[in-house]
């Protein structure tokens, strides 16, 4: 559903803008109409001979261009097919840079615009991220590019949730195993260490159980890479004791659940036990290195 804020900030524009182009015009008129991708086409075309615009048709397009494409992209990430979305992975970006330029732009109105936007751009974002993992999945080494795309993605999402004050954990965690695939230990660190704090935070209604493997890569870094032994130690303990309060969760909710619930018992206990054995490993001080991906 189009923000009501939005289509009366593009309508106030429309009426104030004295020299706007036809391009701009019909960006307008299919915003309005919902037809999201006409809009983008449009706003973009407008965009492409600035000398065009007066400052406050160029704010009007940058604000149709990210609002529509913000929505584009939201819907592709969210229902699009795998092929939908690797055809469109600059397109959230693109939709992050526009709101960039808005809020440097300072102007308050199409800020208040776009603000209710923020956060499922920022769902998008995370979601192309994801999709740069993917592909660097695939490869022998990691592809510094794709890891520099996925991490772009990332700090994007963090950027936008922040603004609206819905922080989630995961793009924390898999920012931070880019910047380690990176071998950009201190960052990594940084970001595991919030990822946890923000995951400890956070009320959950269903199980969660990514706090085994996060607490893994983090204490093994720290003890790996840092010989920070009592820090790593401390990392374990603590992701253990989320690890039981996840699936104390599960326990509560088996019937709901259902046959799901043996596969998460299935994946506490494999967690659980691999935490044990780098807790004895630290302890003997066997830890050397990055760690790698669990299986």
């Not at 407008?46 to 160029?58: F, G, R, T, W």
């Not at 790996?224 to 690890?243: M, S, V």
């Not at 206990?269 to 001080?285: F, M, P, R």
Request: with cysteine; charged share 25%; glycine share 4%.
């Amino acid at each position: 559903m189009k923000s009501l804020l939005a289509a009366a900030t593009i309508c106030f524009y429309l009426a104030a803008g004295s020299a706007q182009s036809n391009s701009l015009n019909l960006a307008v008129i299919a915003y309005e109409k919902g037809h999201y991708e006409n809009a983008w086409n449009n706003a973009n075309a407008a965009l492409q001979a600035p000398q065009n615009l007066d400052e406050q048709s160029h704010i009007q397009a940058l604000l149709i261009r990210a609002s529509s494409g913000a929505r584009m992209a939201y819907k592709i990430f969210t229902e699009g097919e795998e092929a939908e979305m690797k055809q469109n992975l600059e397109l959230p970006l693109q939709a992050y840079h526009d709101f960039k330029e808005l809020l440097h732009r300072g102007d308050s109105a199409s800020i208040a615009a776009i603000t209710p936007e923020f956060y499922k751009l920022g769902h998008a974002l995370y979601l192309t991220g994801t999709e740069y993992d993917k592909q660097n999945a695939d490869n022998e080494k990691p592809d510094t590019l794709l890891l520099n795309k996925s991490i772009e993605c990332y700090s994007a999402t963090i950027e936008l949730w922040q603004h609206v004050n819905k922080l989630k954990y995961k793009p924390y965690y898999y920012r931070g195993d880019a910047y380690l695939a990176k071998k950009k230990y201190d960052k990594a660190v940084d970001d595991f260490t919030r990822a946890i704090e923000l995951y400890a935070a956070a009320a959950r209604k269903t199980p969660d159980l990514g706090i085994g493997d996060l607490g893994y890569r983090l204490a093994y870094t720290q003890a790996g890479i840092f010989n920070q032994k009592e820090a790593a130690l401390k990392t374990i303990r603590l992701a253990k004791e989320l690890l039981d309060k996840e699936m104390l969760l599960a326990e509560s909710k088996k019937d709901k659940l259902a046959e799901i619930f043996e596969d998460i018992k299935t994946e506490y206990d494999y967690l659980t036990g691999e935490l044990n054995d780098l807790e004895a490993s630290v302890k003997n001080e066997s830890v050397k290195g990055a760690p790698k991906k669990m299986q």
